[in-house]
Nanobody, 116 residues
Framework: QVQLVESGGGLVQPGGSLRLSCAAS????????MSWYRQAPGKERELVAT?????????SYTDSVKGRFTISRDNAKNTVYLQMNSLKPEDTAVYYC????????WGQGTQVTVSS
């Protein structure tokens, strides 16, 4: 069955960096577009970044993270990453990995807290 397991979250100071990982199983991740979403307390879940399928690796980002976040994939490891640099307090949220394979699947989420 499709499973997504996120890791790499934590507490970081403003201006710091984190790299989130999403280990996929039950499907070949390279065949599907993969996305990262986030949900802050009291707010709706929002799309952060998407990477297209196969080797072209075309990606898109929400405006608030452009130039700071980079989504990438390692097809050999069936894993997608989100490199987050220059983190801001407003990036604090639970980050979810997601894929649409017949229906949309979600990981359990990983908490990112940006605070001094």
């Amino acid at each position: 069955q499709v499973q997504l397991v996120e890791s790499g979250g934590g507490l970081v100071q403003p201006g710091g960096s984190l790299r989130l990982s999403c280990a996929a199983s039950g499907f070949v991740a390279s065949r599907y577009a993969m996305s990262w979403y986030r949900q802050a307390p009291g707010k709706e879940r929002e799309l952060v970044a998407t990477i297209n399928n196969y080797s072209r690796g075309l990606s898109s980002y929400t405006d608030s993270v452009k130039g700071r976040f980079t989504i990438s994939r390692d097809n050999a490891k069936n894993t997608v990453y989100l490199q987050m640099n220059s983190l801001k307090p407003e990036d604090t949220a639970v980050y979810y990995c997601s894929v649409n394979v017949v229906r949309r699947y979600w990981g359990q989420g990983t908490q990112v807290t940006v605070s001094s």
